[in-house]
Nanobody, 124 residues
C-alpha cells in the first residue's frame, strides 16, 4: 500500500507559478512510478506528468510541456510538480498517483494509488 497526500495548491494569477508536493508513505516509494493528473469541473481526469522511480524518465502532456516540471526526492518520499506560466485553463483539482509498474504511462487505470487532490485555481 502507498498513501499519498498532495499539498501546495491555491489561487494564483495567470502567468504565476506554484509548486505542488506529493508526500508518500507505506510501500517503498522509490520503487513506484508517480504521476500527476488533473480534473476540471465537468471534464474527465487527464494526464499531466509522470516520472519513473529513479527519476530518469519523465513524460508530459502536450498542454503543459515547457511550463511544468516533475521531479522526485526518494529520500524524502516526495514528488514535486513545478508549474510555471500558469493559465486559466490549468484550473483543476490536481491528483498525485502511484503505479507499481516500471513503465511511465499516461493512463489513469495503470495507477493503483491516488491522493485526495489539491485545488489549483488560476485567475485571468
Amino acid at each position: 500500500q502507498v498513501q499519498l497526500v498532495e499539498s501546495g495548491g491555491g489561487l494564483v494569477q495567470a502567468g504565476g507559478s506554484l509548486r505542488l508536493s506529493c508526500a508518500a508513505s507505506g510501500r517503498t516509494f522509490g520503487s513506484v512510478t508517480t504521476g500527476w493528473f488533473r480534473q476540471a469541473p465537468g471534464k474527465e481526469r487527464e494526464f499531466v506528468a509522470a516520472i519513473s522511480w529513479r527519476g530518469s524518465t519523465t513524460l508530459y502532456a502536450d498542454s503543459v510541456k515547457g511550463r511544468f516540471a516533475i521531479s522526485r526526492d526518494n529520500r524524502k518520499n516526495t514528488v514535486y510538480l513545478y508549474m510555471n506560466s500558469l493559465k486559466p485553463e490549468d484550473t483543476a483539482v490536481y491528483f498525485c498517483a502511484a503505479s507499481p509498474g516500471v513503465a511511465v504511462t499516461t493512463t489513469p487505470s495503470t495507477y493503483n494509488y491516488w491522493g485526495q487532490g489539491t485545488q489549483v485555481t488560476v485567475s485571468s
